[in-house]
């Protein structure tokens, strides 16, 4: 028996194909961040700032989020049990929410969550809304990473006194009457 390859030219997704991609990443994105809720780690905190592109799979996504407990050095057996569920739901609803994942896909951890904030006051209600836990807000998040972004793109400074002695040869007193 003789197995046909497909050859797919991957700069020739179908729009089917990313509205699937997309559909997936968010259904496993929403299921995650719910499984995730109540628990507290560092992990979390960097899942937190990611970001992907508009056709980042789900694979690919989910293995980002366990490379960061991998490197927080969490227990992986209860990471890798909600990673597991969250990519069993991306299959399993897919077929009854595509349009509705695909629409609200986003390219942040920051925008899911905002995301699932307006689906909780859909479902919840305000007096009924689910108590949070793991996940830090999302206007909390975007604080902490425009701060991030300013000091990266901030010039070092260097106090006065340490360029002074970066400069040897420099001897001559400094005279303060030339301006």
């Given at each position: 028996m003789e197995t046909?390859v497909i050859?797919v030219?991957v700069?020739?997704v179908q729009?089917s194909?990313?509205?699937?991609?997309?559909?997936?990443?968010?259904a496993?994105?929403?299921?995650?961040?719910v499984?995730?809720?109540?628990?507290?780690?560092k992990a979390h905190?960097a899942?937190?700032?990611m970001?992907?592109?508009?056709?980042?799979?789900?694979?690919e996504?989910?293995?980002?989020?366990r490379?960061?407990?991998?490197?927080?050095?969490?227990?992986?057996?209860?990471?890798?049990r909600?990673?597991?569920r969250?990519l069993a739901?991306?299959?399993r609803?897919l077929?009854?929410?595509?349009?509705?994942?695909?629409?609200?896909?986003?390219?942040?951890?920051i925008?899911a969550?905002?995301?699932?904030?307006?689906?909780?006051?859909l479902?919840?209600?305000?007096?009924?809304q689910?108590?949070?836990?793991?996940?830090?807000?999302?206007?909390?998040?975007k604080?902490?990473?425009?701060?991030?972004e300013v000091?990266?793109?901030?010039?070092?400074?260097?106090?006065k006194k340490?360029?002074?002695?970066?400069?040897?040869?420099?001897?001559?007193?400094?005279d303060?009457?030339?301006r």
């Amino acid at each position: 028996m003789e197995t046909e390859v497909i050859e797919v030219n991957v700069g020739e997704v179908q729009e089917s194909d990313k509205e699937i991609i997309r559909a997936r990443r968010t259904a496993f994105v929403a299921r995650f961040i719910v499984l995730r809720e109540g628990k507290r780690t560092k992990a979390h905190r960097a899942i937190e700032l990611m970001e992907w592109e508009d056709l980042t799979t789900v694979e690919e996504l989910a293995g980002r989020f366990r490379q960061a407990f991998v490197d927080n050095g969490d227990v992986m057996m209860p990471v890798d049990r909600d990673l597991r569920r969250s990519l069993a739901h991306s299959y399993r609803s897919l077929k009854f929410f595509i349009k509705e994942y695909a629409r609200r896909a986003t390219l942040s951890f920051i925008a899911a969550l905002e995301d699932y904030g307006y689906s909780n006051e859909l479902l919840f209600s305000d007096e009924d809304q689910p108590r949070s836990g793991g996940w830090r807000l999302p206007n909390e998040l975007k604080k902490i990473k425009a701060e991030r972004e300013v000091k990266m793109k901030a010039p070092s400074r260097v106090p006065k006194k340490a360029r002074k002695e970066a400069t040897p040869g420099d001897s001559a007193p400094h005279d303060s009457s030339r301006r």
